[in-house]
């Protein structure tokens, strides 16, 4: 992430045919403005930070753990595609300083000014602390997790990573509607392997929950993307893309579009195979219905003084970091209860493993817990310049 103050410059954004307050991905007409971005960083005229939102939310996530007096911290990998260049080496360094394990191919160069050789970079330009995002993809859109002969496929990722594992562990995977638009393959892959639990070489048991947040208003429209909020346990977006998700349903099946944000929330849980929609509303609260609810449950966010406020980068990656993080320590408990049942437990608890996923024994208390934690996360970041947190 690269964080570019505009202030002195706000025609900048009109001259290379950006909409302020959007986010998209760079054109071949934008790489000269992402180019000044990235000298601006070595000018010390910008600052950047380890980003991306999966990263972003990873790190958030082990921020909140740090702040937890009784956890069990789980390992955190990264899966992704970096350029052999120097941003990628501080993405690695960064990253991994953060507790969590990066597991990066590094993209050949092709030929030189090759822009998918690079390493990826969200340009986030900054309007008396408004943002708009510009997001070259590079390198990172030619992970391919389906399995080529330059990228291993996600299975044996997997494989490689939960060899040793013994007893019961949850696994929450979480994608990107960015990366299922680049993959639409490897992301049907992941959902595949979501979709069942796993026994490891040595008798362990792998039980996966799927995560997406569907990254941007215009990824909602894609079939990748929605193939994979459908099928996913959790679903995130903030309120503009939770309308425009639903208009896109509404629209698919000729209906009419949802009038405000419970409409909104009410199609995607009607339309959802599973889990929760959970949508952030800034200042507004957060708000979350299962496939099961018949309304919107909402929890507050309390004010930020405007004095402490820096700006919302990556605002929405950390409370959905600080989210995940409160449900895997939920899923772990369950994994516990599910691996060692009691003489007395149900015959339905015994067959956990076999039959039914942690997630359906989720209470709605746990997802509170879990909405709190991300509100607390997000907090933290909007009182740091970037998707940083104090220490």
Not at 225 to 253: G, M, W, Y
Not at 275 to 284: D, E, H, K, L, Q
Request: glycine share 8%; charged share 25%.
């Amino acid at each position: 992430d690269v964080l570019v103050p505009i202030d002195d410059d706000p025609k900048i954004l009109e001259r290379h045919q950006i909409q302020p307050l959007s986010q998209c991905l760079a054109e071949e007409k934008h790489m000269p403005l992402v180019k000044e971005a990235l000298a601006s960083v070595e000018a010390g005229k910008a600052s950047a930070t380890p980003g991306g939102v999966i990263a972003n939310s990873l790190r958030a996530g082990s921020w909140w753990l740090k702040r937890q007096k009784s956890s069990t911290a789980p390992r955190r990998v990264m899966l992704g595609r970096i350029g052999q260049d120097a941003a990628g080496k501080r993405l690695q360094k960064e990253i991994s300083a953060s507790q969590v394990e990066p597991m990066f191919d590094e993209a050949r160069c092709a030929a030189d000014n090759d822009a998918e050789s690079t390493t990826g970079t969200c340009c986030c330009f900054l309007a008396e602390k408004a943002r708009t995002m510009l997001t070259h993809l590079g390198a990172s859109k030619t992970l391919h997790l389906r399995g080529t002969s330059e990228c291993k496929s996600f299975d044996s990722r997997m494989n490689l990573l939960q060899a040793s594992l013994a007893g019961v562990q949850p696994c929450v995977v979480l994608v990107s509607g960015f990366y299922a638009q680049a993959d639409p393959e490897g992301v049907a892959a992941i959902r595949s392997w979501c979709s069942t639990h796993h026994t490891t070489k040595i008798g362990g048991h792998i039980i996966p929950a799927l995560a997406m947040t569907v990254g941007a208003e215009w990824c909602t429209e894609l079939e990748p993307v929605q193939a994979t909020a459908r099928a996913a346990d959790f679903t995130f977006a903030n309120e503009a893309e939770v309308l425009h998700l639903a208009s896109t349903i509404c629209k698919a099946a000729r209906q009419s579009a949802p009038s405000d944000y419970d409409a909104a929330m009410l199609v995607i849980a009607r339309w959802k195979e599973r889990g929760w929609m959970i949508g952030t509303r800034g200042s507004r609260g957060v708000g979350y219905i299962g496939v099961a609810d018949s309304q919107v449950r909402s929890l507050p966010v309390p004010p930020v003084p405007p004095e402490e406020f820096k700006d919302d980068v990556g605002a929405g990656d950390a409370f959905m970091g600080g989210f995940i993080e409160s449900i895997w320590q939920a899923l772990h408990v369950l994994a516990q209860e599910a691996g060692s049942p009691s003489p007395s437990a149900p015959e339905g608890r015994k067959r956990k493993l076999e039959d039914t996923p942690l997630v359906d024994d989720l209470k709605d208390a746990d997802i509170q817990d879990a909405v709190r934690s991300g509100i607390t996360a997000a907090a933290a970041c909007i009182r740091c310049s970037g998707c940083q947190f104090p220490s």
